[in-house]
């Protein structure tokens, strides 16, 4: 196969992120080893996998001579406070905007880090966000700016590339490690990062299996964008087309309560981690996928004998705007 032409990026992330041993949960579940890729240590404001998208779609946004980012999220949006963190790196202005009402939300979690980095926060107020997008992208033309907008997420071909490399990087850890992988369970929500991990699990020869938990779609649907948009990062990548369908796994088995609403499967999973481990999930998406992986490791969905690799996906600073369903003050 072709070597992928990465394009250029800026530098956010503290890499490479640690792998470590879940060896106190794994004998709490008396389960499979259990392993964690900890990009919640990325760096940038807290952390997290967007870090990784973000050094691409800033260098193609300052490549382009933009002077402003835009992107959209829901008010505890780890996405929108990594952008803002970037933007704030490099000088650029950046504006959110947010699904929902500010009458609606409290001034914490990813919210207050939003204000602190200085992101211009704009309200949906119930409409689509995306004349919205369109609408504050005008107004800074207007005004004398180049605006560059970075989509839901940052799951396009130039964010997915970020995971297409940190799967190599994985790789190069586990190779040094002598450590062999089944099976990577991470988050699934707009589909960037679990399109990179499998274009690179393709490119790089992993053997194992990569499966997504879906936070808040039907599997059919993310299995459907996910592959294309893998798809679509090959052809980016100057890999030619590769159809990557067959290669997308995806769990929607938990998707049912809804994006952003906290049950007792999350609960336990961010409760488990933190007293087993110290280290911290989100409500939204690791608390979700791993409650999910902890689910299917009850129901026997892995033997014994298989090694598990939880790939941490960051998200803490939203557990501030939880407070009031994780326990008492």
Same mark, same amino acid.
């Given at each position: 196969?072709?070597?992928?032409?990465?394009?250029?990026?800026?530098?956010?992330?503290?890499?490479?992120?640690?792998?470590?041993?879940?060896?106190?949960?794994?004998?709490?579940?008396?389960?499979?080893?259990?392993?964690?890729?900890?990009?919640?240590?990325?760096?940038?404001?807290?952390?997290?996998?967007?870090?990784?998208?973000?050094?691409?779609?800033?260098?193609?946004?300052?490549?382009?001579?933009?002077?402003?980012?835009?992107?959209?999220?829901?008010?505890?949006?780890?996405?929108?406070?990594?952008?803002?963190?970037?933007?704030?790196?490099?000088?650029?202005?950046?504006?959110?905007?947010?699904?929902?009402?500010?009458?609606?939300?409290?001034?914490?979690?990813?919210?207050?880090?939003?204000?602190?980095? @200085?992101?211009? $926060?704009?309200?949906?107020?119930?409409? /689509? %966000?995306?004349?919205?997008?369109? *609408? &504050? #992208?005008?107004?800074? !033309?207007?005004?004398?700016?180049?605006?560059?907008?970075?989509?839901?997420?940052?799951?396009?071909?130039?964010?997915?590339?970020?995971?297409?490399?940190?799967?190599?990087?994985?790789?190069?850890?586990?190779?040094?490690?002598?450590?062999?992988?089944?099976?990577?369970?991470?988050?699934?929500?707009?589909?960037?990062?679990?399109?990179?991990?499998?274009?690179?699990?393709?490119?790089?020869?992993?053997? @194992?299996?990569? $499966?997504?938990?879906?936070?808040?779609? /039907? %599997?059919?649907?993310?299995?459907? *964008? &996910? #592959?294309?948009?893998? !798809?679509?990062?090959?052809?980016?990548?100057g890999l030619g087309t590769i159809g990557?369908?067959?290669e997308v796994e995806v769990n929607d088995?938990?998707?049912?309560?809804?994006?952003?609403?906290?049950?007792?499967?999350?609960?336990?999973?961010?409760?488990?981690?933190?007293?087993?481990?110290?280290?911290?999930?989100?409500?939204?998406?690791?608390?979700?996928?791993?409650?999910?992986?902890?689910?299917?490791?009850?129901?026997?969905?892995?033997?014994?004998?298989?090694?598990?690799?939880?790939?941490?996906?960051?998200?803490?600073?939203?557990?501030?705007?939880?407070?009031?369903?994780?326990?008492?003050?």
């Amino acid at each position: 196969m072709m070597k992928p032409k990465f394009p250029d990026r800026v530098s956010l992330v503290q890499r490479p992120t640690p792998i470590e041993p879940l060896e106190r949960l794994s004998r709490t579940l008396k389960s499979s080893e259990l392993f964690i890729k900890r990009d919640d240590l990325t760096g940038l404001a807290g952390g997290g996998n967007k870090t990784r998208k973000l050094e691409f779609l800033i260098a193609e946004a300052l490549a382009n001579d933009c002077d402003h980012v835009i992107t959209v999220g829901g008010p505890q949006s780890n996405h929108c406070r990594q952008t803002a963190a970037a933007a704030a790196r490099h000088g650029l202005g950046c504006s959110l905007v947010l699904k929902g009402s500010l009458a609606d939300c409290r001034a914490n979690g990813n919210l207050l880090l939003d204000r602190i980095l @200085g992101a211009y $926060l704009h309200w949906t107020e119930g409409q /689509p %966000a995306g004349p919205i997008v369109n *609408q &504050v #992208a005008r107004q800074l !033309t207007s005004l004398g700016h180049k605006p560059y907008i970075i989509p839901l997420g940052g799951s396009n071909v130039v964010g997915a590339t970020g995971y297409v490399l940190a799967m190599q990087e994985l790789l190069q850890q586990l190779g040094e490690m002598a450590l062999n992988i089944d099976v990577i369970v991470h988050a699934s929500s707009s589909g960037g990062t679990q399109a990179g991990v499998v274009l690179g699990a393709h490119v790089y020869d992993f053997r @194992g299996k990569v $499966l997504g938990i879906s936070i808040d779609r /039907p %599997a059919d649907d993310l299995r459907a *964008q &996910v #592959a294309a948009l893998a !798809t679509a990062t090959a052809t980016h990548l100057g890999l030619g087309t590769i159809g990557l369908l067959k290669e997308v796994e995806v769990n929607d088995d938990f998707i049912e309560p809804g994006y952003g609403v906290m049950t007792e499967l999350e609960r336990e999973a961010i409760e488990l981690l933190a007293q087993k481990e110290g280290i911290l999930l989100d409500p939204v998406y690791t608390g979700r996928a791993m409650g999910g992986l902890i689910d299917l490791i009850r129901w026997g969905a892995f033997t014994r004998t298989q090694r598990i690799l939880f790939w941490h996906t960051g998200g803490w600073p939203a557990l501030f705007a939880y407070g009031d369903q994780l326990g008492d003050p």
